[in-house]
């Protein structure tokens, strides 16, 4: 049988006293603090192929055009996703601005604009996961009630993309500040005249590429496995499989979320400083497997998330 009703607990979420366990026992983890060199030019490599090749694409012979937006445009998008979501720690430079701008420019294949709020949205998951109030990475009530069963979440996950994009702006408002409204600026500004040299065909392009990237996508199986209930009473779960090495090691999520100033690149060496803490987690292996037992295993549904009230 589906769950009814969300796990709720009255327990603190397990990261923050995870973490102090390990710096005690593990102080020497603080030297993977700091910033990845690297993910500047990744997120800029990437936004410049993403934007390439997207006038070429949209011309080709639709067996052509499907496979090749789903197969390379949608893992691309998806990892642009990610270098974002490294940015919205501020993972690429030492000042925050320097981040802002970056995840600005990654935005730019993305369309439409977001990073920003995203950020705001995606670190008030961090310090108030699983907050009723708080959380918008949780299904809403609607949600549960509509896309049940094996169609209903068949459905829910085939535009899991949509449900992640929208459902902040109606669970939890925010303000536009001074950077959201330079992300918006930006965004209409640059994907105008991106639109008016290379055509509209190439938007088109961009926004499948990005809607098959929260579909049924291989990597689109992260935002089901993080923090879904497969096992009851564990809360967050990571991924170690290869498809981490395209998701900049978002699969490592326990850790993530353990130390959110380590970069992806540096997860791994803290899961083998501190695998006491980990070993013992369940964890996924597959993507795809998450994906299809999302869908198929009656016992797994959008209620399948623990809440808190505070």
């Not at 390379?72 to 490294?86: K, M, N, P, Q």
């Not at 600026?185 to 005249?193: L, Y």
Request: with cysteine; hydrophobic share 45%.
């Amino acid at each position: 049988m589906a769950n009814k009703e969300f796990y709720w607990s009255e327990e603190r979420e397990p990261h923050f006293e995870r973490r102090k366990e390990i710096l005690e026992k593990h102080p020497e983890v603080k030297e993977l603090y700091g910033i990845d060199k690297g993910l500047k030019y990744k997120t800029l490599a990437l936004v410049i192929f993403q934007l390439a090749t997207a006038p070429f694409i949209a011309t080709l012979e639709w067996f052509w055009y499907l496979p090749i937006a789903y197969f390379i445009g949608a893992s691309v998008s998806h990892t642009i996703f990610l270098t974002i979501h490294e940015l919205s720690h501020d993972l690429a430079f030492k000042k925050k601005v320097y981040n802002n701008w970056l995840s600005i420019i990654a935005n730019i294949p993305i369309v439409a604009p977001y990073a920003i709020s995203f950020k705001t949205y995606h670190l008030k998951h961090h310090w108030d996961q699983g907050n009723d109030k708080e959380d918008t990475d949780i299904p809403c009530i609607t949600e549960t009630k509509i896309f049940c069963g094996y169609i209903g979440k068949l459905l829910w996950a085939m535009n899991q993309i949509l449900f992640y994009a929208v459902r902040p702006m109606f669970v939890r408002p925010i303000k536009l500040e001074k950077w959201h409204i330079i992300n918006i600026i930006f965004q209409i500004v640059a994907i105008s005249v991106y639109a008016y040299f290379v055509g509209f065909g190439a938007i088109l392009y961009l926004v499948l590429s990005i809607f098959l990237a929260g579909s049924l996508h291989p990597l689109a199986g992260h935002f089901i496995s993080e923090h879904y209930v497969f096992k009851e009473g564990q809360e967050t779960y990571s991924y170690y499989g290869p498809l981490n090495k395209l998701a900049l090691n978002v699969g490592y999520h326990n850790e993530h979320h353990d130390f959110p100033n380590i970069p992806g690149t540096r997860l791994p060496i803290l899961k083998k400083r501190a695998p006491e803490f980990y070993d013992n987690l369940f964890f996924h292996s597959s993507w795809v497997n998450v994906i299809f037992q999302f869908i198929t295993n009656p016992k797994i549904d959008l209620h399948s998330r623990i809440k808190r009230e505070r």
